[in-house]
């Protein structure tokens, strides 16, 4: 052999050898009788024989048709360091994909055409606003509760959460936001074909707030006090919000919540402390004026209430693991925003939910049996979270 032939054939190894050991693959297993579509996330610990030898940033997820994913790191705890690694899903009911984790720095990731965002709102009296490529959500901040006890009409003195019925899946907050500035209206009409917000949210839960549930009256907190963005990208967006101590419990909440791209359901995770024992935490949807049909499934851990708002119906749904449930009403009453659907759970120091909704107009359902399904599949996704395995 020439030398020259022997150095090319050395070069090519090493750079083969070295693109191999740069390469791990992923298995993941869909239980479900259902295609999912939906992130994974792998801690970074697991990551650790890769990141040993790599740097994050040329960190690349490819599937077995060579296609390249988008990717997102998420730091979960604010301390300067990715905790996970996220990555989006299509998987058949049953079905094992492979994906491979490689190194290669050079590789463009695919940008995506759709996003999760959140932030908060000053412009808008100190809301906090989040959405996905399907709904969007907000909440309301110590700047309208201020104004509100002060006793200004047009501000909010909730701990409710509203809900936005998107029809487009590109992000509609920041304009909708700009429009309010020269027309307060603006995000109330639905003159762009985007969507609007008709949602009445008022001193009720909305679709998803909490309280606590006591001789047949709900004790809530007010709005909330600060807000931190932990995460806003093209797979997941998540923040936290603290209140000041509520109820005669002397309660304090901090609640951290996320929305992944092409879910239509929230992620709420509050964390409590009290001065004295609580009965229970409660999460609720409002009923509005006691219109629209209302179900209740204890065992399986969903709830819908299927309401017509305008001229087309919409969804709300909470879906929790049924093992905390204690019990669920529909509870009705004359007094404006009181009443509301709530689902009774047991008094731990932690409360996980899912709370969403889907608009008709959107496409994503037609029928309260459309809804029912979409709460009902994401309450096995729930139970039955998609088995990711690294292998070496």
Known sequence: MKISSFISFCVIGCITSGFLSAQRSIEVL????????????????????????????????????????????????GDGKNDELLFRVVIGSGKTNAYSIIADGNAQIPESQTSTYSRLVPERVDDYAWENDKIAFRVYGPKGQEEALRGIKSSTLSSGVDIWLKRTDRPVINDWYKGYLTDPMYYHK???????????????????????????????????????????????????????????????????????LGSNFSKFESTFESEKSVPNYT???????????????????????????????????IVVNPKIVEKSIAFTSDVPDESNLYVITKPNKTLCYYAGFAWQKSGQVQTQKDWENMLNKQARIIEKPLVVKIIE
């Open 30 to 77: 869909n239980l479900l009788d259902f295609q999912r579509n939906e992130l994974v996330a792998i801690p970074a610990i697991e990551l650790q024989p890769f990141l040993s030898k790599h740097n994050e940033k040329e960190l690349r997820i490819k599937d077995t048709k060579g296609k390249w994913l988008p990717i997102q790191w998420i730091d979960n705890d």
């Open 190 to 260: 639905d003159t762009r074909g985007e969507g609007y917000d008709p949602y009445h949210v008022g001193n009720s839960r909305g679709t998803g707030g909490v309280g606590i549930w006591k001789d047949d009256r709900l004790q809530v907190s007010q709005n909330f006090v600060t807000s931190r963005t932990i995460a806003e990208g093209p797979l997941r967006t998540v923040f936290e919000l603290t209140y000041q101590p509520w109820s005669e419990y002397g309660v304090k909440e901090v609640k951290r919540i996320s929305l992944d």
């Open 283 to 317: 999460i609720g949807i409002t009923l509005h004026k006691n219109e629209g049909i209302s179900q209740l499934n204890d065992q399986n851990g969903y709830y819908l209430h299927w309401e017509k708002i305008d001229d087309a119906f919409v969804g709300e749904g």
